[in-house]
């Protein structure tokens, strides 16, 4: 049956009090935030490189992944659409993998989620006190923030990467939940965790460590920062998105048997979400496979980001911040933004686009996200495209 597309009169008129709020927001994003219609679109050519792919170990279209969930979906189909919560006592292919994760991330136990979104909003939603501090990273991811919302605790910011200010914080506010991300990405710095963990520990406070960027791609197996630094004894909770060195859609928590048990009946987004399916599952198992076994994969990664980072301080672009595979150029102003994307766009090399509210104003910034599967040249590229552009517009604003 042909579908058509409904005509005008079709559509309902929209109340004022909607259609106002959505023409304010269309009006401040053109001027403000808005990447669509501020910077608007530019279509990849063959042979240009684009940096905004998450896919980090370049695994997405493995064949051992492919294999993979093709046999699950041929012996079982999508298997049940229904809420994991009807679930959570079968001992099935996705409880097993969350025994396996957990075993890798040196946890007790696990508890899959349809995404690290939600893995972060039910985690903050569950087990912060309504009323009482979150303190969060002021890079803290947003999913976070919106956890913090849904719990209805305070958010109590503290500044990037500073134990002493999130202790003073502490002392000042009392006892909650410390939630930072191991890995950031938007700068691709790395916390100080260990000085965060005493920091949360001294007040008496629990921590969350988001690891959804480090996740495959540091620790043991890609068991992560918190597992790699001996932490995992010290660290109440870890979530982690699966959409990046897995290469695929879903989240995760690990923490103590009690507490994942708690969580599996009480977050909202675990029990109004149907469940990740069954061949997803078969393709985390094959992905974990790869990233224990084709190790060089992360040496690869790890080597590229070196490269390009040196490259780049030589050119004069204050890259500091980066510890891993996110690099994130500080672009100033929208307008210089858009002629920085421009300029790399020429020269066959996408990046993403971040303008305010993911940033302060004044501080927009083109983020370089590498993968495996860049070579040498590639990574040359990049850095003469960089320092060309920058070389030819006005310097940053202090």
């Not at 200010?165 to 991300?181: Q, R, T, W």
């Not at 790890?302 to 994130?328: C, E, N, P, W």
């Amino acid at each position: 049956m042909l579908i058509q597309t409904p005509r005008a009169a079709d559509v309902p008129e929209t109340p004022d009090f909607i259609a106002d709020h959505v023409r304010a927001g269309i009006e401040e994003a053109s001027g403000r935030h808005c990447a669509k219609i501020t910077l608007g679109e530019a279509v990849p050519k063959p042979g240009d490189l684009v940096l905004q792919t998450n896919d980090y170990l370049d695994i997405a279209g493995h064949p051992a992944i492919v294999r993979a969930k093709v046999d699950a979906l041929v012996a079982e189909g999508h298997g049940d659409s229904i809420s994991r919560v009807f679930a959570h006592h079968r001992d099935d292919a996705h409880r097993v993998f969350e025994r396996r994760v957990a075993r890798m991330m040196g946890a007790e136990d696990a508890v899959m989620t349809t995404s690290g979104y939600s893995a972060n909003v039910g985690l903050i939603e569950a087990f912060a006190v309504p009323g009482h501090p979150v303190y969060l990273d002021q890079r803290a991811h947003a999913s976070l923030w919106a956890g913090t919302a849904c719990g209805q605790a305070k958010a109590v910011p503290f500044r990037h990467n500073n134990a002493e200010d999130l202790a003073a914080k502490i002392a000042h506010y009392g006892p909650g939940l410390v939630v930072i991300d191991s890995l950031y990405s938007t700068n691709g710095a790395i916390a100080p965790i260990a000085d965060m963990v005493a920091a949360a520990e001294a007040g008496g406070c629990a921590i969350a460590v988001d690891e959804t960027h480090a996740f495959g791609c540091h620790g043991q197996d890609g068991a992560g920062l918190v597992a790699a630094l001996g932490l995992s004894d010290r660290v109440h909770f870890r979530t982690l998105g699966l959409s990046k060195a897995m290469a695929a859609r879903g989240g995760l928590i690990a923490c103590s048997t009690e507490n994942a048990e708690y969580f599996r009946y009480e977050a909202r987004s675990m029990i109004f979400s149907t469940s990740v399916l069954g061949y997803e599952v078969a393709g985390f198992d094959a992905a974990l496979d790869i990233i224990a076994e084709e190790t060089w994969r992360t040496d690869i990664l790890h080597k590229r980001h070196a490269a390009l980072k040196a490259a780049l301080l030589d050119a004069g672009i204050d890259v500091t911040d980066s510890d891993s595979q996110i690099i994130a150029i500080v672009t100033g102003d929208n307008a210089r933004t858009r002629d920085f994307r421009d300029g790399l766009i020429e020269r066959g090399v996408h990046g993403s686009v971040f303008l305010p509210p993911a940033t302060p104003h004044g501080k927009s910034l083109i983020r370089l996200t590498l993968n495996a599967r860049l070579s040498a040249a590639d990574v040359e590229k990049v850095a003469d495209a960089c320092a060309v552009v920058t070389a030819r517009l006005e310097p940053v604003p202090a």
